[in-house]
């Protein structure tokens, strides 16, 4: 039977059984939801639930555009990937070949390490105003706070602490070793390619969205508004926004070669190896586990009254996105 928390060994699950799941989230004055269920390329299910703009009357629908929060570190992964394999960047680099401001830290922590969450660097967001100056921070200002800021943690590779602030960097050496935009070169480089036209980074370049989703928290018996934050413009840990449409393209691009090799994208789906040998469930932007003998990838994320979900079964080609507003849901 399919589990939406694992994969399937058998019929798959009803649409009612989801449908029950989001029974609460159908009134026009709750905060919606979104989910696509997708099995050997055929959508089991798609629907949408409640109020994207509850202020506007507007409903959720399957195309309506939603924050992914940390889903996005998939997506930063892949244009990491992209340039490796076009010989922009090398894995193993150290991070100071395009980040030479943060030369302090040494030549140890390399990209690799920002991608599997194994580089040892502090989290800065509760000094990053006071040590910029910056009231609502871009993600340069991430290489400028650690310019002068911070200490390791750890040593580099010696064990895996989970990084918004290496996805930061990582969009900033995407930025350098291809001399674009960060958020040009996903919506050009992996959106376009894959078809996913209401899809963008949502940064300081303000693109716009035909249709999206807002972000509410508990408000007495009621919601309130929840999604502004002086963060919400840096990018590479979060920051995409996407449809759960837009994610069965992408989930399928995932068997493919359209994107990258298959070669490369295995290394995504692999465990990080720590300096000392062990392995830890964790790739390229992927969490790794197994469900009843069967390999799952996926990675959550939540942010300014989103929640959001992406999970792939490989064996079964079995693959679920869904994300909610209403806070506590999941």
Known sequence: MTNLSGCTTGPTTPSSTVDELFADVTSTATPGAAIIVIQ????LQKSAYGMAD?????????DTSTRLASVSKQFTAMAIM???????????????????????????????????????LPAYYDVMVEVTGVERPLTRHARD???????????????????NPGYELLALIVERASGEVF????????????????????????????????????????FALNDDDPLNYIVGSGGIYSTVEDLYLWDQALYGENLVS?????????????????????????SLAEHLGHRRIEHGGRW???RHVKRRCLDDRLGRSGVTTRPGGG
Do not use: Q
Not at 40 to 43: A, E, F, L, N, T
Not at 145 to 163: C, D, H, I, K, Q
């Open 183 to 222: 958020g040009d070169f996903v919506e050009e480089r992996i959106f376009a390619e894959v078809g996913m036209t209401n899809s963008v980074v949502l940064d300081d370049r303000h693109p716009k969205l035909a249709k999206r989703a807002y972000g509410y928290r508990i408000d007495g018996d009621g």
């Open 262 to 286: 298959k070669t490369t994208l295995a290394k995504a789906f692999s465990p990080t190896r720590l300096n000392s040998g062990e392995l830890y469930p964790y790739g390229f932007g992927w």
């Open 54 to 62: 509850i202020e506007r009357g507007v409903p959720f629908e399957t």
């Open 145 to 163: 706070t650690y310019a002068a800021w911070g200490e390791p943690l750890f040593a580099p590779g010696e064990r895996y602490e989970y990084s």
């Open 82 to 120: 992209l340039l490796e394999e076009k010989g922009k960047l090398d894995y193993d680099d150290p991070i100071t070949r395009f980040l030479p401001e943060l030369s302090r830290f040494g030549d140890g922590i390399t990209t690799r390490n920002l991608l599997n969450h194994t580089a040892g």
């Open 304 to 306: 300014a009254g989103f």
């Open 40 to 43: 050997d390329g055929k959508v």
